[in-house]
């Protein structure tokens, strides 16, 4: 099952996923959609791509289920963003010498994290890391590029058997 993603008319940052017959709203990048991603413009990056890999915070919450990989996620969890380094938009295990985001957070956006194939394969440096399915902070604030959804509507698109993501252009 592939989910589409569609901005909202009028909003940078708000945006509606469509999985099946359902409409989930969602939360994107605080600067809208990109078809020009660059690391740090906080777009969520347009088009279609692979969900390769579920990391979840087993201290805190079930396993999702879900036709993906399922990890539960380790407090040496990190993700290089890096673009001077060879581990760039690549999962790596903390401590590490480059520049990285930790995946075990003390909010609770990260307590359930789909990785999206952007950039992945392979990773072009500078042309944005980090761009993940992850649970929304309450007050619905923008993320940094990634596709933000509740805990419960996070787990039904797992749950859907959902592989893949198309994140639609705005309409003229």
């Known amino acids: 099952m592939?989910?589409?993603?569609?901005p909202i008319a009028g909003s940078h940052s708000y945006a509606k996923l469509q999985?099946?017959?359902?409409?989930?709203?969602?939360?994107i990048g605080k600067n809208g959609l990109t078809?020009?991603?660059?690391?740090?413009?906080?777009c969520t990056p347009v088009g279609h791509f692979t969900l390769r890999k579920v990391y979840y915070r087993a201290d805190r919450i079930e396993p999702p289920v879900?036709?993906?990989?399922?990890?539960?996620?380790?407090q040496h969890d990190g993700w290089c963003d890096d673009p001077t380094s060879l581990f760039y938009?690549?999962?790596?295990?903390?401590?590490?010498?480059?520049?990285?985001?930790?995946?075990?957070?003390?909010?609770?956006?990260?307590?359930?994290v789909?990785?999206?194939?952007?950039?992945?394969?392979?990773?072009?440096?500078?042309?944005?890391?980090?761009i993940?399915?992850?649970?929304?902070?309450?007050?619905?604030?923008?993320?940094?590029?990634?596709v933000a959804l509740t805990e419960q509507d996070l787990r039904a698109v797992l749950a859907s058997g959902a592989k893949a993501i198309t994140i639609h252009a705005p309409q003229e």
């Open 132 to 146: 993940f399915m992850h649970l929304q902070r309450p007050e619905r604030t923008p993320t940094e590029g990634c």
């Open 66 to 74: 879900s036709a993906l990989p399922v990890v539960p996620m380790t």
């Open 2 to 6: 592939i989910i589409h993603v569609w």
């Open 19 to 27: 999985c099946g017959r359902s409409i989930i709203p969602a939360v």
């Open 35 to 42: 078809t020009h991603k660059r690391e740090g413009d906080l």
């Open 89 to 112: 938009n690549q999962f790596i295990t903390c401590p590490h010498p480059d520049r990285h985001e930790a995946l075990w957070k003390e909010d609770h956006v990260y307590d359930l």
């Open 114 to 130: 789909v990785v999206i194939g952007y950039n992945d394969d392979p990773p072009i440096a500078g042309h944005g890391s980090a």
